[in-house]
């Protein structure tokens, strides 16, 4: 019903910048909120930033003034830019997404396939 499909991970040098973007398509009525977690091995996935619609945005500590989360609405994507990227950041990040579908007009819980970010010298 709804895709999202990633791009942007890769393997940078710590204090580098990278951007992932976050695709969604589908049988889309309504995005009510999209945002970026991470995983790493043996590790909960864990909230990176958020983006909900009236423009509410949420950072978790680990990435303030580091982060930004920014949306494109008429393209229903969402970007995470990453600067001043540290070792520690190194994860898969996935993509979610609240979406109201057309189907039943209800809202249902959607997770990109992962992107892998890599922080290393």
């Known amino acids: 019903q709804v895709q999202l499909v990633e791009s942007g991970g890769g393997l940078v040098q710590p204090g580098g910048s990278l951007r992932l973007s976050c695709a969604a398509s589908g049988s889309i009525f309504r995005i009510n909120a999209m945002g970026w977690y991470r995983q790493t091995p043996g590790k909960q996935r864990e909230l990176v930033a958020t983006w909900a619609r009236g423009g509410n945005t949420n950072y978790a500590d680990s990435v303030k003034d580091r982060f930004a989360i920014s949306r494109d609405n008429i393209k229903n994507t969402v970007y995470l830019q990453m600067h001043s990227l540290k070792p520690e950041d190194t994860a898969v990040y996935y993509c979610?997404?609240?979406?109201?579908?057309?189907?039943?007009?209800?809202?249902?819980?959607?997770w990109g396939q992962g992107t892998q970010v890599t922080v290393s010298s």
């Open positions: 979610n997404a609240k979406v109201v579908v057309k189907f039943d007009y209800r809202e249902y819980d959607y």
